[in-house]
Every structure is written in structure tokens, then in C-alpha cells.
């Protein structure tokens, strides 16, 4: 088993930037892979971005260009690093990973950019 929690969510105005972490339980070399997903109210949650262990990297359409995913596995630690924020940005984003089968997910953190 893992647990993953979440640091780094805020309020923040449009075109700003934040960083988000999420920290493992364990060592993160065998979390493969890892992911970050958001909730906005009043919708489904939806994938933002995927690293593989190799460090490969996959992003949402919306996202692409101004979120980067990346991999501290000494720290065992995965970073969201966002960028120009829009207020469609806003909602609760959450860290997921994959270990021998099973998805583990944190608690969440909350990103609120506001106009």
C-alpha cells in the first residue's frame, strides 16, 4: 500500500502559477505510473497529466504547454508545476498512482484561480 498526500493548492489570479507535490508513503520507483486528475464542482474528474517511471509524460489537451508533471523519486515526490492559470483551472486537484495493480489516490488540494 501507499499514501499519497497533496501540498501546494491556493488561490492564485489568472496567469499566475503554482506548484502542487505530492508526497509518497514509499519509495515512488515502483509507482508506475503516476498522475495527477482535478474536480471542478458540479463535474467529473478528469486526468491532467501522467509521468511514467521511465519520466515519459502525457497532459490534457487544456493543460498542455502550461502544466508540467515531473518526478523527484529521491524525495519521493511528484510535482505539478502550473503555469499561466485560468480561472477554468479552478478546482480540487489530486494526486493518483498505480502500484502492483492497484490506483491509490490522495486527499486532494484545492486550486482556486480567480478573473
Not at 11 to 20: D, E, I, K, P, T
Not at 44 to 73: H, L, M, P
Not at 82 to 106: F, H, Q, R
Amino acid at each position: 500500500q501507499v499514501q499519497l498526500v497533496e501540498f501546494g493548492g491556493g488561490l492564485v489570479q489568472a496567469g499566475g502559477s503554482l506548484r502542487l507535490s505530492c508526497a509518497a508513503s514509499r519509495s515512488i520507483s515502483s509507482i508506475n505510473p503516476m498522475s495527477w486528475y482535478r474536480q471542478a464542482p458540479g463535474k467529473q474528474r478528469e486526468w491532467v497529466a501522467t509521468i511514467s517511471s521511465g519520466g515519459s509524460t502525457n497532459y490534457a489537451d487544456s493543460v498542455k504547454g502550461r502544466f508540467t508533471i515531473s518526478r523527484d523519486n529521491a524525495k519521493n515526490t511528484v510535482l505539478l508545476q502550473m503555469n499561466s492559470l485560468k480561472p477554468e483551472d479552478t478546482a480540487v486537484y489530486y494526486c493518483s498512482g498505480i502500484l502492483l495493480g492497484s490506483t491509490y489516490w490522495g486527499q486532494g488540494t484545492q486550486v482556486t484561480v480567480s478573473s
